[in-house]
């Protein structure tokens, strides 16, 4: 599904205050945010998944394509993809919190299977 996701949206709606959801559906009565918000930051949380591991993908060839330059060439491709690759984990880490989170807030409590499994 390609489609522009605001950023805001997605922190904004991550941030209301969980601790006073009780199940899901029937505490949205009394919060701020609709099951359409919901469901509509759900769409944009999941729909950036397949994006960043293709931005991933795409810097781990600019680095497959860095170690065939000479030194002065490569390091400053190497530098910029480095630094593109932490920014994409960051990112990634931080939608995975918003994942999580709305998770929870459409689900209810239920575990998923990433909070089985352990590092």
């Known amino acids: ?19 006073k959801l009780t199940p899901p559906r029937a505490s949205l009565k009394h919060s701020n945010i609709s099951e359409a918000q919901i469901e509509k930051l759900w769409d944009a949380v999941t729909d950036m998944e397949v994006p960043l591991r293709e931005v991933t993908d795409f810097l781990q060839g600019l680095f497959m394509i860095a170690i065939n330059l000479d030194e002065e060439s490569a390091s400053p491709i190497m530098t910029i993809a480095a630094k593109a690759k932490d920014l994409c984990i960051r ?22 299977v990433a909070d089985e499994v352990t590092a």
Do not use: P, S
């Open 91 to 112: 990112l990634e880490e931080e939608r995975g919190l918003c994942f999580h989170t709305l998770h929870k807030v459409k689900f209810g409590e239920k575990q998923t």
């Open 1 to 19: 599904m390609n489609k522009t996701v605001n950023i805001n949206e997605i922190t904004n709606g991550a941030t209301v205050d969980l601790g």
